[in-house]
Nanobody, 122 residues
Framework: QVQVVESGGGLVEAGGSLRLSCVAS????????MGWYRQPPGKQRELVAG???????NYADSVKGRFTISEDNPKNTVYLQMNSLKPEDTDVYYC????????????????WGQGTQVTVSS
């Protein structure tokens, strides 16, 4: 059973910083991608930042220059360093992992964490 767990959310004032963590555990061959998502009111869930196991990153335009995603592959962990936070960053942040479970099978599966709340006050 694969489990994805986020942590690090909290309440911070505008301009402040938070660091989120996401850990994937269980039996797996390789994590191909891990990313952070949020869902603003009235919108679909959107990618905030993502990273492949090779270190290639993607960011939403709204967070470029403020957020940084990084990975610790031996620990199956990704981090999201969030600086210069704005009230509009307030949301539940979800971690998603795309995982190949077995070397003998190329099938890949998505796993979602439970989310961690980020609240930015003005």
């Amino acid at each position: 059973q694969v489990q994805v767990v986020e942590s690090g959310g909290g309440l911070v004032e505008a301009g402040g910083s938070l660091r989120l963590s996401c850990v994937a555990s269980g039996s797996m061959f390789r994590i191909d991608f891990m990313g952070w998502y949020r869902q603003p009111p009235g919108k679909q869930r959107e990618l905030v930042a993502g990273i492949t196991n090779g270190g290639t990153t993607n960011y939403a335009d709204s967070v470029k220059g403020r957020f940084t995603i990084s990975e610790d592959n031996p620990k199956n962990t990704v981090y999201l360093q969030m600086n210069s936070l704005k009230p509009e960053d307030t949301d539940v942040y979800y971690c998603k992992a795309i995982i190949q479970l077995r070397e003998s099978s190329p099938a890949k599966f998505q796993y979602w964490g439970q989310g961690t709340q980020v609240t930015v006050s003005s």
